[in-house]
């Protein structure tokens, strides 16, 4: 069973960047079909998808956000990362890491979610 | 892209049946027979409840099914009990291979 656990500072101040990593345990990020996700959720509010890293390195991400998103892998620590540049209040939610299965027939975010992390941007 | 379109809210009573649409575009639930359902509660990480529109993964109580039509999908709950009520979002896969989510139903048992 694949288990995913986020890691970064809980407050970042306001046109700063936002950093989390993501540590994925008992699976590999090199496994085929696995997109690499971020996704968040802003204080009583709906889910938001942030974006993907495949193993190989190829990433897709949200349109809203693409211009401030980077989401990169490092396979030697089974970890993936997220940078969220020039934040704002209005970035402040739950941030979560998980992974996306897709194949030809298939495509889905499997039920292996970080607990997710709470990142405040304030000053 | 815009998110899907769920209704804010839906109630039923205990052991009624309850469904909660999700609309979206050709771009998206109408593209590809890839919509999945997450229940949310309070403080907890969202679970997968159905997967490729109607497909439950085990341990998923099979009052849960899905189904779509067209660019709409639909989650069903038969015989509603008090556990279930959360938030429930359903997502997509799109055709420019990003992920939508919906904006959320609050399921409340009456």
């Known amino acids: 069973q694949v288990q995913l656990q986020e890691s970064g500072p809980g407050l970042v101040k306001p046109s700063e960047t936002l950093s989390l990593t993501c540590t994925v345990s008992g699976g590999s990020v090199r496994s085929d079909s696995y997109y690499w996700s971020w996704i968040r959720q802003p204080p009583g509010k709906g889910l938001e998808w942030i974006g993907y890293?495949?193993?190989?390195?190829?990433?897709n991400y949200n349109p809203s956000l693409k211009s401030r998103v980077t989401i990169s892998l490092d396979t030697s620590k089974n970890q993936f990362s997220l940078k969220l540049s020039s934040v704002s209040a209005a970035d402040t939610a739950v941030y979560y890491c998980?992974?996306?299965?897709?194949?030809?027939?298939?495509?889905?975010?499997?039920?292996?979610w970080g607990q997710g992390t709470l990142v405040t941007v304030s000053s | 892209q815009s998110a899907l379109t769920q209704p804010a809210s839906v109630s039923g009573s205990p052991g009624q049946s309850i469904t909660i649409s999700c609309t979206g575009t050709s771009s998206d639930v109408g593209g590809y027979n890839y919509v999945s359902w997450y229940q949310q509660h309070p403080g907890k990480a969202p679970k997968l409840m159905i997967y490729?529109?109607?497909k439950r993964p085990s341990g998923v109580s099979n009052r849960f099914s899905g189904s779509k039509s067209g660019n709409t999908a639909s989650l069903t709950i038969s015989g509603l009990q008090a556990e279930d009520g959360a938030d429930y979002y359903c997502s997509s896969y799109t055709t420019i291979s990003t992920v939508v989510f919906g904006g959320g139903t609050k399921v409340t048992v009456l």
């Open positions: 890293i495949s193993y190989r390195g190829n990433t």
């Open positions: 490729d529109v109607s």
């Open positions: 998980a992974s996306l299965y897709c194949t030809r027939t298939s495509c889905y975010l499997k039920d292996s």
